[in-house]
């Protein structure tokens, strides 16, 4: 894998505000890579960031993660069912675009 893009993704995703979640995808539209990059990248080392705002377009978790991941939306009043994200809590691409321009630090420019 990529140092740069996996170290790029997993700051991305470290911008994501609480309460709020992004999709694989919209990680992966900013980050210049695929949605299941993304996902490989969450997979092999996400457990260091705040995972459970990485979602799959449909607000969903693999099961496994579920019972963690909620216990996090509950405390940071993330708006969920018990299996999945509610649409409202998503950030769209634009917004995290955004987060990025003006607060991330590329580590291809570090």
């Known amino acids: 894998m990529d140092e740069v893009v996996v170290e790029r993704v997993l700051r991305i995703v470290e911008l994501v505000p609480k309460g709020r979640v992004v999709a694989y995808g919209t990680v992966g539209q900013v980050a210049a890579c695929s949605p299941r990059y993304v996902g490989r990248v969450m997979k092999e080392f996400g457990s260091n960031v705040t995972w459970w705002r990485v979602v799959n377009a449909a607000g969903v978790l693999p ?48």
């Open 63 to 110: 099961e496994a993660l579920l019972p963690a991941a909620r216990e996090h939306w509950d405390d940071e009043a993330t708006a969920h069912t018990h299996e999945k994200v509610s649409r409202s809590a998503f950030v769209g691409p634009d917004h995290l675009e955004e987060l990025w321009r003006t607060h991330g630090t590329d580590p291809a420019s570090s």
